[in-house]
């Protein structure tokens, strides 16, 4: 819903954005709930210091299971994949492309004979907490943590999980453009 953000909405998720202990520093306006696949944005003012946390935007993580099968799309990305071909998604925001991912990566996963690994930049794919959301089936998760690692998590996939298939979801830097 669109309901209007009071500081009682702001207080109540200010403990997901903590500083860390040793920097005083928080990393990220943006973090995972545990065990699922909604997450919690912050909206703040730039201009003030520390930043003044002005609202608090929740979005709610979907599975939906079957998606590429009603598509008629599992036999296209295996295809791609046993090709070595890539395949990017463009779209609005809200529009499922992170959803859509999610259940290419269980679909490919299920083959046996690709090896799928996912690096997930703010844990959205895949959800946050210490272990993946089922949700990407037996694919490999490789959360990035701090999101301005992302490209140097997509090169140590490469090098040290020997992919088939790298799932990535929001390339925006040119150094995560030029990993990919």
């Known amino acids: ?19 860390d202990e040793s920097t005083g520093v ?28 002005l609202g608090v935007a929740v979005r709610v993580g979907r599975s939906m299971q079957g998606l590429i099968e009603t ?26 492309k992170t959803t859509a991912l999610r259940e ?13 690994v996912v690096v997930d930049k703010t844990c959205e794919i895949a959800g946050d907490g210490d272990e993946p959301h089922n949700c990407i089936g037996s694919a ?8 301005n690692l992302q490209h140097s998590i997509m090169r140590e996939a490469v090098e040290n999980q020997t992919p088939d298939v790298i799932v990535v979801d929001e390339i925006s830097t040119p150094q995560e453009v030029e990993a990919a």
Do not use: Y
């Not at 598509?71 to 499922?96: H, N």
């Not at 490999?140 to 999101?147: S, T």
């Open 71 to 96: 598509m008629a799309w599992k036999s296209f990305l295996t295809d791609l994949a046993r090709d070595k071909k890539s395949l990017m998604l463009i779209g609005k925001p809200g529009v499922g």
């Open 26 to 53: 928080s990393h990220s306006k943006r973090r995972g709930i545990a065990h699922t696949l909604h997450r919690v944005s912050l909206i703040t003012h730039p201009m003030r210091v520390p930043e003044k946390v």
């Open 104 to 116: 290419m990566a269980r679909t490919l996963s299920e083959d046996p004979g690709l090896n799928v």
């Open 1 to 19: 819903s669109n309901e209007a953000c009071t500081q009682a909405h702001i207080d109540m998720f200010s403990s997901f954005f903590a500083a």
């Open 140 to 147: 490999r998760w490789m959360p990035v943590g701090r999101p």
